[in-house]
């Protein structure tokens, strides 16, 4: 894959830095999705719609720099696959994504006016902050957020959290 911009990896920049490694809208879908719970290449493949090459180029992006695990499993036929799960430095940008959706239900509404909700599951509200709930004002974390999606058979999405390797 030839770059479409320069590489930010030394910059002094921390917004550089980070735009290096999260800075492509698969790698922000792929952790989207490992949020809400997928970990098979298959269920990241059947839910964003993705050609192979550029999901396996993805991942593999994403466990080297440190976002996701592997974890070998066997599928139904006996043959070795592998799982990627989300480590503590994929679930820290919870907030980002979360910040990208107030943005969007802000500024790029969906038609239909069903809206994605960040709910703080111990209280029960809906938040309008990335990383505190406003009723309550405690940090949201993967273990106390669920998302709703009323577009979805299952509309209140618990998110998952990071397993070490």
């Not at 997928?38 to 994403?62: C, P």
């Not at 070795?80 to 239900?105: K, S």
């Not at 069903?114 to 993967?142: F, N």
Request: aromatic share 6%; proline share 7%; charged share 30%.
């Amino acid at each position: 894959m030839s770059p479409l911009r320069s590489d930010w990896s030394e910059s002094r920049c921390p917004v550089a830095r980070s735009i290096d490694v999260v800075g492509d809208p698969w790698i922000l879908l792929i952790l989207r999705d490992a949020l809400l719970g997928s970990r098979r290449y298959d269920q990241f493949r059947r839910s964003l719609g993705i050609a192979d090459n550029v999901l396996a180029k993805r991942l593999a992006a994403m466990v080297e720099a440190g976002l996701l695990w592997k974890t070998p499993y066997r599928d139904e036929t006996g043959r070795e696959r592998q799982e990627y799960r989300l480590t503590r430095a994929g679930e820290d940008l919870m907030p980002v994504l979360h910040a990208l959706v107030l943005w969007g239900e802000k500024h790029r509404p969906a038609p239909d006016r069903d809206r994605l909700d960040i709910v703080h599951t111990p209280c029960g509200a809906r938040t309008t902050s990335a990383d505190r709930c406003d009723a309550c004002g405690e940090a949201l974390t993967p273990e106390t957020v669920s998302w709703t999606r009323p577009w979805r058979r299952q509309p209140v999405t618990p998110l998952a959290t990071a397993e070490t390797g």
